[in-house]
């Protein structure tokens, strides 16, 4: 399972709609990638959290299983539409 997947199924296991659920890949510099998960905005307060807690909760888990996979450095944007 990549990590776009892995993060996919995390979010969509969460949220009110999955099939609205985006994430997305993009290369940052040479050793960082970055993860931009986009959710309906009416799902957004629960990816969020409150205080940021399950947000803080999906970033430990995707970074921990990219450190098995070998990924070092994982940013996670989280966004609406």
Do not use: W
């Amino acid at each position: 399972m990549e990590l776009v997947e892995y993060t996919e199924f995390l979010v969509k296991n969460i949220v009110k709609d999955p099939d609205m659920v985006k994430v997305k890949s993009f290369g940052g510099d040479e050793e960082s990638t970055i993860l931009e998960i986009i959710v309906h905005e009416n799902d957004l307060g629960a990816v969020i959290g409150r205080k940021g807690k399950m947000a803080s909760a999906i970033r430990t888990m995707v970074q921990a299983y990219a450190y098995l996979k070998g990924i070092k450095n994982v940013k996670i944007n989280i966004d609406s539409f």
